[in-house]
């Protein structure tokens, strides 16, 4: 009678796709090994906060420098519209229909629905006027 970690092993298709056991080992290494250690936040995010943001997904998110990044700056840019400030990033003006004129980011309509600072709006904080 075979074991039960024999018979997984039968059960594995056997596939020039498949990744080898040194090219996960490498992806594990990768991924526990990025971000840096002496690297403790990106755009001023504590680590420990955008690993709580990614939940499940932090493994991936850790191997990916670009993803890693992407997620720290918008992370930083919703912390700064929940305190009332508006992002460098925002150099455009839009009228939403709750708000009125507020700044955003470039690509957005003239005129919207809702915007991000919808969400400060509804929780009583600070939005932003921009001129029309």
């Known amino acids: 009678m075979t074991n039960w970690m024999e018979r997984a092993r039968n059960e594995i298709p056997k596939s020039a796709a498949l990744p080898t056991a040194n090219t996960v080992k490498n992806g594990i290494s990768a991924v526990t090994a990025a971000p840096q250690p002496e690297q403790s936040e990106i755009f001023g995010i504590p680590i420990a906060d ?8 932090w493994p ?3 191997a990916d420098p670009d993803l890693l990044e992407s997620m720290a700056h918008a992370v930083q840019t919703r912390r700064m519209r929940e305190r009332g400030e508006v992002p460098r990033h925002y150099t455009h003006t839009t009228t939403c229909a709750h708000c009125g004129p507020v700044p955003i980011f470039p690509g957005v309509p003239a005129h919207v629905l809702s915007c991000p600072w919808c969400f400060n709006r509804a929780a009583g904080k ?4 921009a001129k029309p």
Do not use: Q, Y
């Open 126 to 129: 600070p939005v932003p006027r």
């Open 50 to 57: 955008l690993r709580t943001v990614a939940g499940d997904d």
């Open 60 to 62: 991936e998110v850790a």
